[in-house]
C-alpha cells in the first residue's frame, strides 16, 4: 500500500487502492504464519530458575511473578497468588529480552527486491521518514531473531544524508502501532567521509571528495537552519500570535531534537568524522549518539566529556585499516569500557542477521568484557541509551514482562532459546528457518543418513 500511494498519491480512492493491491500479482505475497501472542490472562511464575537480572547480582533457584504484562517481583522467596500459572525451570537461565540497538528489521525483507524494501526514501533530507509506521508486521525475519533472544530492536530508516527518525519496536503484535514501544527515538544522520580515499571503486578524486564532503556539511547546517526558522517561528503561534505558519512534516521531525528532547543519531566510524560530529552538535546545541565507532576509543576524553554514547556496529567485523589489529573490532566494547565511555553493542543492520546479537556480545565477552558486561550491552545498557529503560532491559518489579528463557549461557551458541514473553504474552518460537531446517533433516533421512 505504501508503494501504490506513492504510484498514486491522490488520483484513487482508497477501496480501489486496496483493489488494485489484491489483484496486482495472482501470487500471494509470503508472511510470517506464526499469530502473536495472546494477552496474559492470569498470574505467571517462572520457579527454579537461574535469574539473571542485569541490574543486580545473579538469582539461583530464584522466581520471576508477573502479571497483567508487568513484573510483580523478582527473588528467591516470593509469595504466589493462588490462580497462578507456575512454570518450573528446571534448573534454565532466564534474562531480559535481548535489544539490539541499530537495524533494519522489519523495513527490509529481501534487499534485492525493491518491493519488499522500504528502508531508503528518495531525496537527501528525509527527518519526516518515521520507521515506526513502515515496520512488516509479517517479515520472516521477525520470528528469526525473536527465536534467538531478541524482543526488541531500534529499527532505522538508511540512504541519503538526513535519513529519517528511528522507532523502538518490539518483536511481536499484529499491526506496527502494537509493536511501537517508542515511536520517536532520534534522526538518523549518515556523516559524510571526512578524508579523501583512494580505492578501486572510489571515481572521484581526492579534491573533488573534500568538495563533496564540505557541501554536504553545508547541506545539514542549512538544514538545521530552516528548521530552527521554521520553530521559531511556530513557537510565535504557541505563544498566542495569531499569524499563520505553514506546516512542514519535514521540521516538525526537527522539533524535538532542537529542544533536546531527542538526539541526533550519527553514524560514524573514524576519528575525523566522530570529531566533526562532535563539534557540529555542539555547535548546534544537539544531543548526540554515535552509532559505528569504531575509532570512539581514539577520542575517548572528547566524548566522556560530553557524556556521548557509542552504540558498537557489530563485533563480527573486520579490521578498518591494514595495520590495525586483527581482533580490533572484537577488543572494541572493552576499549570502550576502559575508557570510561557509555557504550551499547548491536549485531549487523541486516535484519537476516539480527539472530546473532548474542554471539556479538560472547565475541566481545572473550575478548576483555566480563560475561555480566557483555550480557548488559545488549539488554540494559541500550535501553538506557536509548530512553527506555523504565520499560525493559531488566529483570525488575514494575517493568514490562519482557524476557526469555534459555537452557544455557546465552552468550553461547549451544544453548537455545525456549520460552519468550513481550509484555507478558508468550510469542511463538518456530521460524522459516526451523522449518527448513526440518525439511531438509528428513530429506536426509529418508535417504538413510542420520
Known amino acids: 500500500m505504501h508503494l501504490l500511494r506513492n504510484v498514486f498519491p ?31 490472562g492470569r498470574p505467571i511464575a517462572l ?19 508477573f502479571e497483567g504484562g508487568k513484573i510483580v517481583a523478582v527473588g528467591k522467596d516470593v509469595a504466589l497468588p493462588a490462580d497462578v500459572e507456575r512454570i518450573d525451570l ?72 538526513v535519513s529519517g527518525t528511528s522507532a523502538v519496536v518490539q518483536l511481536d503484535g499484529w499491526s506496527w502501532e502494537e509493536m511501537t514501544l517508542k515511536p520517536s527515538v532520534g534522526v538518523h544522520v549518515r556523516w ?3 578524508a579523501p580515499v583512494r580505492t578501486w571503486h572510489e571515481e572521484k578524486s581526492a579534491q573533488e571528495q573534500l568538495q563533496l564532503r564540505d557541501q554536504t556539511l553545508v547541506e545539514l547546517r542549512r538544514a538545521l537552519a530552516d528548521a530552527r526558522d521554521y520553530y521559531r517561528h511556530r513557537q510565535t503561534l504557541i505563544s498566542g500570535d495569531a499569524r499563520k505558519y ?4 519535514r521540521w516538525e521531525a526537527f ?33 548526540l549518539i554515535i552509532v559505528g565507532g569504531y575509532d570512539a576509543p581514539a577520542c575517548a576524553e572528547l566524548l566522556k566529556s560530553r557524556q556521548i554514547p557509542v552504540i558498537v556496529g557489530g563485533v563480527h567485523r573486520l579490521p578498518r585499516r591494514r595495520d590495525d589489529p586483527y581482533d580490533a573490532p572484537f ?16 549485531g549487523a543492520a541486516r535484519p537476516s542477521m539480527v539472530r546473532n546479537l548474542a554471539y556479538h556480545a560472547g565475541t566481545a565477552a572473550a575478548h576483555g568484557l566480563t560475561a555480566d558486561e557483555a550480557l548488559r ?22 517493568k514490562d514482562a519482557t524476557l526469555i528463557v534459555a537452557t544455557g549461557d546465552l552468550l553461547e551458541i549451544p544453548s537455545q532459546v525456549t520460552m519468550a514473553f513481550i509484555q507478558g504474552k508468550k510469542a511463538e518460537l518456530d521460524d522459516r528457518q526451523k522449518r527448513l531446517w526440518e525439511k531438509y533433516k528428513e530429506k536426509y533421512r529418508r535417504q538413510g543418513v542420520e
Not at 521518514?129 to 527465536?147: F, G, L
Not at 524535538?256 to 528532547?261: G, I, N, T
Not at 577488543?331 to 548491536?346: E, K, M
Open 10 to 40: 491522490r488520483a484513487l480512492p482508497p477501496g480501489l487502492l486496496l483493489g488494485i493491491a489484491l489483484s496486482w500479482n495472482a501470487t500471494p505475497l509470503a508472511a510470517s504464519p506464526a499469530a502473536p501472542g495472546a494477552p496474559q
Open 47 to 65: 520457579t527454579g530458575g537461574l535469574i539473571h537480572p542485569v541490574s543486580g547480582p545473579t538469582i539461583n533457584d530464584g522466581v520471576v511473578l
Open 90 to 161: 528446571g534448573g534454565n537461565h532466564v534474562y531480559p529480552g535481548l535489544f539490539d540497538a541499530f537495524t533494519h528489521l522489519g523495513l527490509v525483507e529481501i534487499s534485492a527486491v525493491k518491493a519488499s524494501s522500504d528502508q531508503t526514501e528518495i531525496g537527501r533530507i528525509n527527518p519526516n521518514v518515521q520507521a515506526s509506521v513502515a515496520i512488516n508486521p509479517d517479515s520472516e525475519a521477525i520470528p528469526v531473531a525473536r527465536s534467538n533472544g531478541v524482543l526488541t530492536v531500534l529499527t532505522a530508516p538508511s540512504g541519503g544524508l
Open 192 to 194: 559524510p567521509r571526512m
Open 246 to 249: 505553514e506546516f512542514d512534516a
Open 255 to 287: 522539533v524535538p531534537v532542537l529542544e533536546r528532547k531527542a538526539p541526533l543519531i550519527v553514524e560514524a566510524e573514524e576519528i575525523q568524522q566522530i570529531q566533526s560530529a562532535v563539534a557540529f552538535c555542539e555547535s548546534e546545541k544537539l544531543k
Open 331 to 346: 577488543t572494541l566494547p572493552a576499549r570502550l569500557r576502559d575508557a570510561g565511555l557509555r557504550f551499547c553493542i548491536s
Open 377 to 398: 550491552a545488549i539488554t540494559l545498557s541500550p535501553a538506557e541509551i536509548l530512553g527506555v529503560a523504565d520499560r525493559i532491559g531488566s529483570l525488575e518489579a514494575g
